[in-house]
């Protein structure tokens, strides 16, 4: 089990980047995936559901989730197709009967417990049938903003299959560059290498594994480091993965630049990919699906509404 997004608390803005990271991690096969001493679980974080305190404080809880039903039917349904660790984050002293029916329901539970080939199902169209915020149990939040941002673009995280990933390429001796069309013409995002400092999580490199890996930071900027993780403390909306983080010796920060022009994590095995701030918005909104496979065959389909409005789906 091991976290692969920022906090996210009882807003939905922090909630709905969640399903572009469980896109990712499900098409790269991490979700069950054998490994040296049990499987891959990828955390999603917790559910803040029910009575809670707000971030970072010391004192209660004294409120109820900020998040309507429908958001919290919404991440239950997600944290189960998905096989993330379900922990109940609110107060179990003050748990109200519907919160207990939604994180005890037998099928997601099952889903989340005996599924197999879990994944988003692409085939699915959706189209508007009210206007934002009409009889859609939707909060008003504004969009996720994106932390590392150049001329609209976007810097993130995705599975190297993803087109998005490609077209990296080393413009100089201590520069990589990623080339995007903007209204005008043409535009690069740089960021600079550094030398690749000694991991001191454990993890070897060969002699030639260092000359073909790097640490990458900010031009003329303090950023430090280019990090495929994601920093405590943060909330979902409030940090894209990756980010820039004080540099360390950690595989989480080092970088390898291959032949097809991808920009590859040595910690994740996911690619850096640039997308505009308008794909990526349009991407967390309107409708998703999931579908997975049962212990005795049946076949599980979840769809979503991310959406401030209502919508017709069909799949």
């Known amino acids: 089990m091991y976290r692969v997004t920022g906090d996210d608390w009882d807003s939905w803005k922090d909630v709905r980047p ?3 990271v469980a896109r990712s991690f499900a098409a790269a096969n991490k979700i069950g995936a054998p490994g040296l001493r049990g499987r891959s679980w990828p955390d999603l974080d917790m559910l803040p559901f029910g009575w809670l ?11 109820t989730t900020s998040l309507t039903f429908d958001e919290q039917t919404t991440q239950m349904g997600l944290w189960s197709m998905a096989k993330s660790p ?15 029916n ?20 692409g085939y699915i169209h959706s189209e508007r049938a009210s206007k934002p915020d009409e009889q859609s149990g939707r909060s008003k939040s504004g969009y996720p903003v ?11 995280l995705s599975t190297c299959s993803d087109k998005s990933a490609v077209g990296w390429h080393r413009s100089s001796e201590d ?3 990623r080339s995007h069309g903007i209204q005008n013409g043409n535009a690069s995002f740089c960021i600079s290498k ?10 070897t490199m060969s002699s030639g594994e260092d000359q073909a890996k790097f640490h990458l930071t900010g031009i003329d900027t303090d950023d430090g480091c280019l990090d495929a993780s994601v920093s405590p403390w943060r909330t979902s909306s409030a940090s894209q993965t990756p980010m ?34 308008k794909e990526g918005e349009n991407e967390t909104t309107g409708a998703r699906a999931w579908t997975a496979i049962g212990d005795k065959g049946e076949i599980y389909v979840a769809i979503f509404n991310l959406d401030t409005a209502r919508r017709k789906i069909t799949v």
Not at 53 to 63: C, I, L, V
Not at 102 to 121: D, V
Not at 261 to 274: D, P
Request: with cysteine; aromatic share 6%.
């Open 53 to 63: 305190t707000d971030a970072g404080a010391n004192q209660g809880p004294h409120r």
């Open 244 to 277: 820039f983080s004080a540099c360390e010796q950690h595989t989480k920060q080092v970088w390898e630049l291959t032949e097809n022009g991808q920009l590859v994590s040595s910690y994740s095995g996911l690619c850096a990919t640039m997308r505009s701030n």
């Open 102 to 121: 939604l994180i005890t329901h037998p099928t997601l539970l099952k889903i989340n417990h005996h599924s197999r080939n879990n994944m988003e199902f």
């Open 86 to 100: 379900l922990m109940y984050g609110g107060d179990l002293r003050h748990l109200d009967d519907r919160t207990f």
């Open 194 to 203: 550094a030398k690749l400092l000694p991991t001191s999580d454990g993890v």
């Open 175 to 177: 520069r990589i560059c």
């Open 18 to 20: 969640h399903f572009d």
């Open 146 to 156: 994106d932390v590392t941002n150049n001329g609209g673009m976007v810097l993130g």
